[in-house]
Each structure stands twice: as C-alpha cells, then as structure tokens.
C-alpha cells in the first residue's frame, strides 16, 4: 500500500500480536542495562525520490528485509539519533529537546546526502511509537527509555550515488546506567594514533561510519584499562575534540566552564549546549574555544584544571577521574567526583524527570 505524502505524515498501525507479557517487561525494566532489550513496536516511514515520504506505520519490532545490494550495507549512507523518554513521578512521561534532536537529525540528512524528516514528522513518529510502547518507560531513578531514530539508504543499487530509497525508522529501549557500575569518575584513554573526524568530514554528522572508526581506538582504551577513547582533532593533534560518544567540558578552580569550540568535526551535543546554558544561568563563566591536551595536563598539574567530565544523552554528565596515554597518565578514577559536576548533572537530571521546573521549555509531553 502506498498513501500519498501527506504533510504532517497520517501514521497507520499494525500492534504486535506477541507483545512481552507484565511480568517479562517488569523483569527487564528493573534491570535494563543499556542497549539490550527492546520494545514491542517500531516506527517505519519509506521515503523515495519520486513520492518523499509516505508509508509511516507502527509495526511489531521485528528484523528489517533488505536486499543484499542495498546501498547503506556497502556505502554506509546512514544517520541515526538518540534522544530519553523520562518518566516522572506523576507517572506521565516526557522527552527532552526532542526537536533539537530533528534538527540534528535533518544537519546530519543534509551530509550525508540523505532526504530530510520535516520536525513535526520526526516528533509525530516518537509519539506515535509511545503511544504504543509507553508501559516500557521505567521509573526507577536513573532509568528511561532511549530513543533511537536513524535513517539507512535502502536502495538496492551498487552505484556510488545518493539512495533514491531511503527507510527512516525508530526503535527504543529501556535504559539504566551508560557506564557499568553506574555514575563514577571514569578513565580516559587518549588515542594518538588515530582520529575521529578530519576536517571537512563527517565528524559533526550522526553517522555509523564515525562510530565505526572509533571501535579499534576504543578497543585499546579497554585493553589499556579505560572506559572511553578521548579524540584529538586531526591536523595538529594537539586540540580535545571529543570522546567516541561524548563531548567533554573542563572546569577550571574559579568556576569557568572549558569546551572545545564546535570545530566542524565535533558532534553538537544537546547535552553539551544545555550545559553550557544551565552554567551561564549560574553565572559561571563558559568558554567555547580551540582547547590544548597541555592546557588539560599543565591545568591538573597546576591545579588550574579541578574537575573534568563527559556529557551526552547516553552517558549524562559522567566525571572524569583519570586520562592516560601511552607515556602519561594524570587524575585518579578512585577520587571523589568534581562538585561542579555534579551538582550540574543533579540540576539537569532534575528538570529531565520534571523535579524541578523546566524554565527553559525543554520538555515536550509524550504522554
Ligand atoms: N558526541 C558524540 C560522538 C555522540 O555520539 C554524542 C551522543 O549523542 C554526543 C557527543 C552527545 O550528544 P547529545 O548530548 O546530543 O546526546
Ligand atoms: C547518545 O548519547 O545518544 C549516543 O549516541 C552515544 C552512544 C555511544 C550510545
């Protein structure tokens, strides 16, 4: 079937005929972990050169068909997004900026050559999906459910061009804690041998082939005893960019908030620009700008640098206790976290799960 492309997209819905019963859901919502579980229903929307979108649907979760040729299997033409569904404690349930999450997403689109989500479609589509599967927000706290929509080029056609058939879909899953044993000062390694993002490529762009090229760097941040993979830019290696999946903010002992400028090749995290907003609210000062691997080292050593730490959906605000190269290592993961810190993730988290009032408008009711 195919329905005409309507604006905003009229959604049709088929419900999972072997949906987890209660109890099976209640027993993985209390334990969830990150990534492992999922709902009973997806969102699909097709999308073709000659129609643009059309076919959205809430179907059962399920495996995708896909023609061995399809162009994202050989060409990697694909974007995602990741965005939490809180509960709060009046048992209604909430995301956070979803629309930056569109706008992101439609940025990411545009470079990788990929068809653009109008916002209203990408907020439908999430709505859409929990009004089906909103049993599977949890409520214990720390725990949401996070969202995943992402785009895959799904032509069958092995010539190096844009798809002219594209698939956007959105799946979910109950998540806890990002990092194993919950919040702790975590370890960083410092990959020197290699880079995430080049100038003028794909850095700033949500797409698999930049988490593909950290998997081996970050492969050797677990063998060497860290958590994540810290990236420098890539000409000078000199400058932070980001961590794998993370942005990453400096705190100098006066209070400033330190974080490298948006290079291009660095991810925009929301959680990042909401930081940076919730800080200057506070009065602390935030510089965005080029920031040395020697400032960090020299500023720990100094005592110039007191708290460093990483922020995105995933991981929150995470303190981060130690950084280690291959001939260095500075900071002690067994220290307590920074106060800053936290008190920043306890501010954010607070409005994410409607504790506090949500002065920024950054909350949209998903039911
Ligand atoms: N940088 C990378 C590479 C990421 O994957 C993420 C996570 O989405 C972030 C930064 C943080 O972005 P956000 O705060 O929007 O989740
Ligand atoms: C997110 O925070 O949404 C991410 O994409 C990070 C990923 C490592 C799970």
Not at 74 to 79: A, D, L, M, P, V
Not at 198 to 214: L, V
Not at 336 to 351: K, N, V
Request: glycine residues 10%; negative net charge.
């Amino acid at each position: 079937m195919t329905a005409a492309t309507t604006f905003p997209l009229a959604f049709s819905a088929t419900p999972s005929q072997s949906a987890r019963a209660e109890a099976e859901r209640e027993a993985i919502l209390a334990d969830p972990g990150f990534g492992k579980h999922f709902t009973d229903h997806m969102v699909q929307v097709t999308w073709t050169l000659d129609e643009g979108w059309h076919d959205a649907e809430v179907v059962p979760y399920g495996p995708i068909t896909l023609d061995p040729a399809a162009s994202v299997l050989h060409y990697g033409q694909e974007i995602f997004e990741g965005l939490k569904v809180y509960r709060h404690a009046d048992g209604s349930i909430w995301s956070f900026r979803p629309e930056a999450n569109a706008l992101r997403l439609q940025r990411s689109a545009e470079r990788m050559a990929l068809p653009s989500l109008p916002t209203e479609d990408f907020l439908e589509s999430l709505r859409q999906l929990l009004a089906f599967d909103k049993a599977w927000v949890p409520s214990a706290p720390e725990t949401s459910l996070y969202i995943r929509p992402f785009m895959i080029a799904s032509e069958s056609f092995l010539g190096v061009r844009a798809a002219q058939k594209v698939d956007y879909r959105v799946i979910a899953s109950p998540a806890g804690a990002y990092f194993h044993g919950g919040v702790r000062p975590v370890s960083i390694w410092l990959s020197t041998d290699y880079s995430r993002a080049g100038r003028g490529g794909t850095g700033a762009a949500k797409t698999g082939g930049n988490y593909a090229a950290s998997l081996l760097p970050q492969a050797e941040a677990y063998r060497n005893g860290c958590d994540q993979v810290l990236f420098l830019d890539s000409v000078e290696q000199k400058y932070l960019e980001e961590l794998g999946g993370m942005n990453i903010f400096l705190v100098r002992h006066d209070g400033t908030l330190i974080t490298p400028a948006l290079s291009g090749s660095i991810l925009e995290g929301i959680t990042r620009e909401s930081i940076i907003r919730l800080a200057k609210d506070r009065g602390h000062a935030v510089e965005e700008r080029p920031v040395t691997l020697d400032e960090w080292r020299e500023g720990v050593a100094s005592g110039e640098i007191s708290e460093s730490f990483a922020c995105g959906t995933a991981a929150v605000i995470t303190p981060i206790g130690a950084l280690k190269g291959p001939d260095f290592a500075i900071g002690d993961v067994s220290a307590p976290a920074g106060a800053l810190t936290m008190s920043l993730r306890e501010e954010l988290t607070d409005i994410q799960y409607g504790r506090k009032p949500d002065r920024h408008g950054w909350l949209t009711r998903l039911g």
